[in-house]
DNA sequence: AGCATTTTATAACGGGCGGTACTGAATCAA
DNA sequence: TTGATTCAGTACCGCCCGTTATAAAATGCT
């Protein structure tokens, strides 16, 4: 009984969601929520509870919906085409929208306090991937696909580090082919083929 | 005539820039730069301006102060040392103070609106350092030092990417030696000589 | 139809922010 | 000493933010 819901909650939370990527966690207003949600502020409190439940919901959606290739790439043949296809798809998802749009999981890292829990969440996930390139790496180790001498996790975090650089230069306003330069510079580093374009510049919906 | 300033200017906006630094542009609030700076609010005004204002004269003196480095890098004799020392030296004064302080050039850069001239101050510092590298790696080119089918523009973009991308792993809290291993992988697939960490780590202050 | 229940929309509250009058105190010229 | 001028500190203003009370509109059960 009672009266229903005039609104999706689904493509709300995906309006939030663009508003969250490009404005930021603490940049998004209610203003600006209500308005590309479409929904007066207590139906969103109604539905999703408090803006940072709001935020961690649009992060999910986030992770599930534009972060889903990185674990995919995981399961690539070999290192090469796994690294390969992570920061070719960083590069894809960061530019592909506006310029100046980024990663929604590095963006809040800059900015909050220490014990934010918005900081807290994007850290977590951010730890979780480099822990499974790093198991991925060591399996990599293991078939001979890297060198017994290769620091996987030294390795894992340099893809990382290069994929959260990638994100600042994509807020800056970097284009995809800057963005490939940079990523065709370290896949040649690799051990292993060199970059196809091609095979990930299509993986993002 | 009048009454003279009771503070020194230089160690106030010393004081600044270090709330500046920890917590960004929009996070540092007039309490916490008055408190730090140990001035009441209005004599701020008087003295800098603007928060805008302050927080430029902020950014100069962390350039000249921490930045100087970078420039200096630029005189090695060769790309790879120029690169050791760029790479090292962010490594090392991004997690010089506390962890999670990263570097102030990029910690804004993710926040704030398009037009913002903050982020326009940021990112044309940004550029200028990158377009310096582009030339010095042209040279090296020239010299022979790099190889004539190196791309010069990519490469100074992958150095710079990669600073970026160690700001925010320290603002995430990631140690100095961490950032050593990431470092360690970019300047083995360098053409030049190997890492030799004794000679940078001690050129911050 | 009539009531309970849930959603909607307007409007407001408390708090923190950047910025500023205003009152005293300190300094220097005359 | 007097007075003009500049700094110091308290207290305040207007604004925007996240959040919530309130009342009208819409639904389903009986």
Redesign the interface.
């Known amino acids: 009984m009672g009266r229903h819901r005039e609104f999706d909650t689904e493509s709300a939370l995906e309006a939030a969601l663009s508003v969250f990527w490009k404005k930021?966690y603490?940049?998004a207003s209610f203003g600006d929520l209500s308005e590309a949600m479409k929904v007066a502020r207590p139906g969103i409190y109604a539905a999703f509870g408090n803006k940072e439940a709001l935020f961690l919901r649009a992060l999910n959606l986030y992770i599930t919906k534009y972060m889903g290739f990185m674990t995919e790439a995981l399961e690539e043949p070999t290192s090469f085409q796994v690294v390969e296809r992570i920061l070719c798809g960083s590069a894809d998802i960061q530019t592909m929208i506006s310029s100046?749009q980024?990663c929604m999981g590095?963006?809040?890292?800059?900015?909050?306090?220490?014990d934010d829990p918005i900081k807290r969440a994007l850290?977590r996930w951010?730890a979780e991937m480099e822990t499974a390139l790093h198991k991925r790496l060591e399996l990599a180790k293991d078939q001979g696909d890297l060198p017994a001498s290769a620091?996987a996790?030294?390795?894992a975090?340099?893809v990382?580090?290069?994929?959260?650089?990638?994100?600042?230069?994509a807020?800056?306003?970097?284009t995809r082919d800057?963005l490939y330069?940079?990523v065709?510079?370290?896949l040649?580093?690799w051990p292993g083929r060199r970059v196809d374009r091609s095979l990930v510049s299509d993986n993002v919906a």
């Open positions: 930021g603490k940049g100046t980024g590095t963006n809040d890292v800059l900015a909050g306090s220490e850290l951010r620091n996790g030294g390795l975090r340099f990382m580090t290069l994929t959260q650089g990638m994100a600042v230069d807020k800056a306003g970097a800057a330069e940079v065709d510079h370290a040649a580093t």
